[in-house]
T-cell receptor
Framework: GALVYQYPRRTICKSGTSMRMECQAV??????VAWYRQSPQKTFELIAL?????????EQNFTQEKFPISHPNLSFSSMTVLNAYLEDRGLYLC???????????FGSGTRLLVI | GDSVTQTEGQVALSEEDFLTIHCNYS??????LFWYVQYPGEGPQLLFR?????EKGSSRGFEATYDKGTTSFHLRKASVQESDSAVYYC??????????????FGQGTVLSVIP
């Protein structure tokens, strides 16, 4: 079956430092990868959508300068949170899917705590 | 832009009670509608989807019917169990928004079932 693994599961970083999280697709080709953030008491906010052979599209309020994403092949993606501050804490989810018409499979997320 | 509204933030029921979680959407095109369930420590899992008016999606006793007239996709289950306790998210994917098929989530509803 299609699985998505995210690591680390939990991480703590000091305010102003950066943190990289990874997303691995197993059992299917991750043509599209979507990165979401779930902040405390909030729903899932889409950060950016990455499709192989296309430019990464960032949503309003999120930038490449703050959340650089790499999607080098059909099984892996990573995202870095640069200069993390309190408002960046939350659960970061990676969802991946294979081609048009298929459903996203989500990982369990990376929980970021900023101190 | 697209949006999804879930009326109930929290629902507390006893086992065998009837469940309804209301979901209304706003989209520029003809979206596909989804229900996801999220258990503690995990990412959201797809329950089911519906793509056209009057289509019923169902899984594990849960069901919802796509109603284009009222722009709704309410989740129902006739008899809930303690194991159904989780957070439920209504979501949509709108082909009209550039074909990116990004998922837009509602705020989520916390379901607590008391044995």
């Amino acid at each position: 079956g299609a699985l998505v693994y995210q690591y680390p599961r939990r991480t703590i970083c000091k305010s102003g430092t950066s943190m990289r999280m990874e997303c691995q697709a197993v059992g299917f080709q991750a043509t599209s990868v979507a990165w979401y953030r779930q902040s405390p008491q909030k729903t899932f906010e889409l950060i950016a959508l990455s499709t192989v052979n296309s430019a990464i599209k960032y949503e309003q309020n999120f930038t490449q300068e703050k959340f650089p994403i790499s999607h080098p092949n059909l099984s892996f993606s990573s995202m870095t949170v640069l200069n993390a501050y309190l408002e960046d804490r939350g659960l970061y989810l990676c969802g991946a899917r294979e081609g048009g018409g298929s459903d996203y499979t989500f990982g369990s997320g990376t929980r970021l705590l900023v101190i | 832009g697209d949006s999804v509204t879930q009326t109930e933030g929290q629902v507390a029921l006893s086992e065998e009670d009837f469940l309804t979680i209301h979901c209304n959407y706003s989209a520029s095109g003809y979206p596909t509608l989804f229900w996801y369930v999220q258990y503690p420590g995990e990412g959201p899992q797809l329950l089911f989807r519906a793509s056209r008016d009057k289509e019923k999606g169902s899984s594990r006793g849960f069901e919802a019917t796509y109603d284009k007239g009222t722009t709704s996709f309410h989740l129902r289950k006739a008899s809930v169990q303690e194991s159904d306790s989780a957070v439920y998210y209504c979501a949509l994917s709108d082909e009209a928004t550039g074909g990116n098929n990004k998922l837009t989530f509602g705020q989520g509803t916390v379901l607590s079932v008391i044995p």
